[in-house]
């Protein structure tokens, strides 16, 4: 079955007569004969209602446009249509109102986001992109009123770095794999954790994709190294160091973090990448990417010139099994602190001395570059959206 949208009339109706509602506001479709210039459909049907519809909260950049992962929404939206159908909308947190919103939904025949007024959604996944947006009253109140209306959300919010941090180090078998890591709060901090580990990364507690990042070394002629991801300076003493970085890392707030002495593979370290999503209550691993450095080796990010590995490349029967006994324990702990988690990525590694580290998760999974780790993030995505809406799941494309 196909519903359709008039844009000019702002409607969305169906051709058949019998009585069905859409939304989690209920709203009863009209009945009309199929326009073909309206953009259409295929949904499923669940007793009298259709759908799902599902919302994907994103946000506006300080020009007003609407920013998100549009590519991850398109293939969200193509792959529902080969399944057993539905509906995505994307839609800023300032556009709802009281039984409905205005947002856009991607007609995959025109190759075109729509702008369209839809009821409630029966979903929101929360994939704004930016952690200023979500301190916003608008933001928080979109949160507020999905509960009130018994919505299901999820991914909550961005993760904050030290927070995270404590939270692992109260779990024992979590707490063996994270690095040493205190919060940056005045120079004694700075210098006693160097003066312990020679060796240590300053990062943002609110930081993404390997920015504002520095490594800091003791170097064999007792000189002090300080890296980014641009650039490497050299300074005769911690306090020099502590002297010309002071201003900076006072306008945000950052954890030092011990180095893990990373294993290679043909003589570059590398890290892996870990997407992790709930299927059928529990969670389970979704895919391995592994990232390694290349033009510089502050960071693995491919951003800031890192290289794609092929898992295969690297596989080992432990990485496997530390990888399957890890995805569940942490995302139940996530979803306890944090609400539902429906998905999140794992950046991890595994030192010379084959002891495993747990480097950061992330809330909010940046795309896979891995066609594969994609397809199937996708699948499982599309699945949790039907099993939280109780619609039918059935995949027409097998």
Known sequence: MNIYYDSEKECWYTASEDIHFFGTSKKRL?????????????IVQYEKKVGPLIGIMIARNKHHKLIGNGELFKRLQKQLQLQAGGIIVIFPPESL???QLTGYIYCSTRNKWLKAI???????????????????EAFQSAVSFFKEKGIPFFNSSFINKWELYQLFSDYPLLKEHL???????????FTNFFLTYNNIYLKPVEGFKGKNIYRIRLE?????????????AYFSSIDEVWKYYQQEWSKKEYLIQEEIDGALYNGNRF?????????????????????????????????????????????????DLFFKKMVNHCGSILTKKYGFIGEFSIDACIDKNDHYYLFEINAKPMLFDEKEIEEKRCQQL????????????????H
């Open 382 to 397: 599309i699945k949790l959206f039907y099993t939280l809406t109780n619609f039918p799941y059935k995949n027409k494309s």
């Open 30 to 42: 009209s009945t009309a004969k199929p326009h073909d210039d309206h953009a259409a459909f295929p």
């Open 220 to 232: 064999k002629d007792d000189s002090i190294s300080v890296s980014t991801t641009e650039e490497t």
């Open 118 to 136: 839809t009821p409630l959604p029966d979903i929101v996944y929360n994939r704004v992109p930016f952690r200023t947006t979500e301190k916003q």
């Open 97 to 99: 109102q009281t039984d």
């Open 271 to 319: 890290d892996f990448r870990l997407l992790v999503t709930f299927e059928e209550n529990r969670y389970v691993l979704t895919g391995v990417g592994v990232r390694q450095s290349n033009q510089q080796d502050v960071t693995t990010h491919i951003p800031s010139g890192g290289k794609l590995l092929a898992y295969q490349e690297v596989q080992q029967e432990k990485h």
């Open 179 to 189: 690095p040493k890591t205190i919060r940056l709060e005045e120079k004694t901090d």
